[in-house]
């Protein structure tokens, strides 16, 4: 069995007068241990996708339709009671500033020991001796003395170990990091990707890494997710939809990337915006902006479909193969 | 007039340093230290000895990362901030010492271009008042006619409507906000733009969009770029040369093709192996010691010593001076001089 099965899962956004679809019948497996990537734009709908997963999603927002299978339970229609034994106990979530999680008024030791205080039956040295043990493991130096301070104390690096040792207080057997390493620089974030990936590895955590950095998804997952306008396009292995991208949309945010072009050559762009919520085009969300696109793109919906080991949501993929084929042949 | 002052580098910064008090006003610099009250003047060693030269039509990359410096290089030039020390010429005359007022027209050959657009531009003008205003300061014999021409010019080449000219900021996307902030540098035909991370902000496939347009505007009107980023693909891409910056000292200068193929200082090495990689299945970077030192107290000898590899007795005693390698790159490092680095 799978450690969490999302199935046709649909968030909407109470607007005055109608509401917003923000996420549009996702479905997803994720085995136990396994590392799965979700990326996208801004407004694609990956935050909103971890937020509904922790069921954190507060006022407008609200899942309208779908189940969150996490070991079996559908955490999707759980109590906040409910809820509450499940969050920061058997999943924990990372976000991108630390600063929002960790609180300014409490020292490291207070916040640590108060998790794993609510959560287990444990004296108050009991508690800190694990702190103590969670902090060695991701490598902060002298942790004793960590306990004392007080997260201003703390470069933005320290502060983001931190807290991936906070969600590993309680041995969670799932963590969701929404853009865990944004705010860091790149050879911060290395570091921490490095000790976020070796700690899934040897504790057999499962992870949800939600980020727009191809690269990041690329070093750190097994299978990907490409979200666009609250739809996921694109899903698979990692590694196939990295080197052989079946959607247009796919292909174009990796063929947008510097890397992928000569210097001081034109980047390959896409034309265009991502759709905002209330104005999602009918048909295929993508089709705007999409130089394959055909009449019918316009008005129908595509399904995903299983292509070419990928699982695609786009009619044209065929043709866009063949014709992709043609032009490497001649 | 202009050619017979072209031979020279466009822009050049010759042992620049900026400081800025952190206590400022004679009550701030008392404090108490083992019982004994003290005066001290602590200050952010924000540029320290920085030498550059920026020929015409060439991109200059700055890189670094948070808290190097490379914002206040970008603020000194554009002459937002005042040196404490060291010299900046631009084309052949010096610039850090002039008023406001006799920097008006270099305003004009010099333009600067933001991270966040939303903050560059005044959301409460539409972007035809926004584009018209430097177009009229900056030349006053324009007839209305002309400025609404210009503006519309500008827009055009930009990939803005001209018919969008009424509306206001928030009505744009993050990337149509960067086009036409680039439009308001481009309607003074600039020869010089400074761009502090002008696409950080942005999603992928706008980045590529909001590139391929400086590119555009590099090509179709001569511009030479002093281009500030952290993100080192794009530096790739599109920077003639590069400057590594740490802590405020130049580590490394080169090609853009030298420095990717042959990184040489330390830094620079662990900088260009921590770029998470497409093709690449196993992350293999260089960990770097601790993280970057506070600018306040800075450490004597080089920057880089408290998280090198290869820092020795010498590294912590004396502060390395760019040297000119076989492959024409200036680097800063006492291990690369005396050959230490085994690779």
Known sequence: ?330 | MKDAMSDGPLLELKQVEKRFDLDQGFLETIKMRNGKVIREKRSVHAVNNVSLKVDRGEALCVVGESGCGKSTVARLIAGLLKPNAGEIHYDGTRIDNQSRRSMIPLRKKMQMIFQNPYASLNSRMNIQQALEEPVRYHNPGFSRGEVRDKVAEVMRSVGVDPSWSARYPHEFSGGQRQRIAIARALTVDPEFIIADEPISALDVSIQAQVLNLMLEAKDQRGLTYLFITHDLSVVQHFGTRVAVLYLGSVCELADTATLFENPKHPYTRALLSAVPQLKDDRPNHIRLRGEIPTPINLPQGCPFQSRCAYANDRCLAEQPRPVQQPDGSMVACHAVEEDRMVD
Do not use: W
Request: proline share 6%.
């Open chain 1, 1 to 330: 069995m799978s450690l969490l099965s999302v199935r046709d899962l649909t968030v909407k956004f109470a607007m005055r007068d109608n509401t917003v679809t923000a996420l549009d019948n996702i479905s997803f497996d994720l085995a136990k241990g396994e590392r799965l990537g979700i990326v996208g734009e801004s407004g694609a709908g990956k935050s909103i996708t971890g937020f509904a997963l922790m069921n954190l999603l507060s006022r407008p927002g609200f899942i309208d339709n779908g189940k969150i299978l996490f070991e079996g339970e559908d955490i999707a229609n759980m109590s906040d009671a409910q809820m509450r034994g499940i969050r920061g106990n058997r999943m924990a979530m990372i976000f991108q500033d630390p600063m929002v999680t960790l609180n300014p008024v409490l020292t490291i030791g207070q916040q640590m020991v108060e998790t794993l205080m609510a959560h287990r039956k444990l004296s108050k040295a009991e508690a800190e001796q694990i702190a103590v043990v969670k902090l060695r493991e991701v490598y902060i130096p002298s942790p004793e003395e960590r306990l004392a301070q007080y997260p201003h104390e703390l470069s933005g690096g320290m502060r983001q170990r931190i807290i991936i040792a906070m969600a590993l207080l309680l041995d969670p057997e799932l963590i969701i990091a929404d853009e865990p390493t944004t705010a860091l620089d790149v050879t911060i974030q290395a570091d921490i990707m490095e000790l976020l990936l070796e700690l899934c590895q040897s504790n057999k955590v499962g992870l949800i890494l939600i980020t727009h950095d191809l690269g990041v998804v690329s070093q750190m997952t097994e299978r990907t997710l490409v979200m666009y306008a609250g739809k996921i396009i694109e899903a698979g292995r990692t590694r196939e939809i990295i080197n052989d991208p079946q959607h247009p949309y796919t292909q174009g945010l990796i063929n947008a990337l510097p890397q992928q072009t000569k210097p001081g050559m034109r980047l390959k762009q896409i034309p265009g915006n991502m759709p905002s919520l209330t104005a999602i085009p009918a048909g295929c969300p993508f089709s705007p902006r999409c130089e394959y696109v055909r009449d019918h793109c316009r008005t129908t919906r595509p399904e995903p479909v299983q292509y070419a080991h990928v699982e695609v949501a786009c009619h044209e993929v065929n043709r866009l193969h063949r014709e992709n084929s043609e032009e490497q042949s001649a």
